[in-house]
């Protein structure tokens, strides 16, 4: 997938929150982290969505490039959660379009 360089990925961070299933917060976590000014957020551990926080917080290897782009500048010797991270907000359309490549590959009948 192709990184638009907007920078996002690297000026959030998102923990999970002991693994807690959304649907078994018994100790309201959700709330308490609301209530501490941070936003709750759901993600999928692989099996199941859990709660997470979604803590603004800029790399300090983020730099801006021409004030629009941003660069890494530890590219080549990043962390393997970034090298790992697939931006969802941008690369949905990429997906989509593959999807729909294959399918017709495959003669499956795609309805517009």
Same mark, same amino acid.
């Given at each position: 997938?192709?990184?638009?360089?907007?920078?996002?990925?690297?000026?959030?961070? /998102?923990?999970?929150?002991?693994?807690?299933?959304?649907?078994?917060?018994?100790? $309201?976590?959700?709330?308490?982290? !609301?209530?501490?000014?941070? !936003?709750?957020?759901?993600?999928?551990?692989?099996?199941?969505?859990?709660?997470?926080?979604?803590?603004?917080?800029?790399?300090?290897?983020?730099?801006?490039?021409?004030?629009?782009?941003?660069? =890494?500048? /530890?590219?080549?010797?990043?962390?393997? /959660? =970034?090298?790992?991270?697939?931006? !969802? $907000?941008?690369?949905? !359309?990429?997906?989509?379009?593959?999807?729909?490549? $294959?399918?017709?590959?495959?003669? $499956?009948? /795609?309805?517009?």
């Amino acid at each position: 997938m192709k990184c638009i360089r907007c920078g996002k990925c690297c000026n959030t961070v /998102i923990l999970a929150l002991h693994n807690t299933p959304l649907s078994n917060d018994k100790q $309201e976590l959700g709330r308490w982290v !609301q209530y501490h000014g941070l !936003q709750p957020v759901k993600i999928f551990n692989g099996k199941e969505n859990v709660l997470a926080v979604k803590i603004q917080s800029k790399c300090e290897h983020l730099e801006t490039k021409d004030g629009l782009f941003y660069n =890494c500048k /530890i590219y080549d010797k990043r962390p393997q /959660i =970034c090298k790992d991270h697939w931006c !969802q $907000e941008h690369n949905m !359309q990429e997906f989509a379009a593959r999807v729909v490549k $294959e399918l017709v590959k495959e003669g $499956e009948c /795609i309805a517009t």
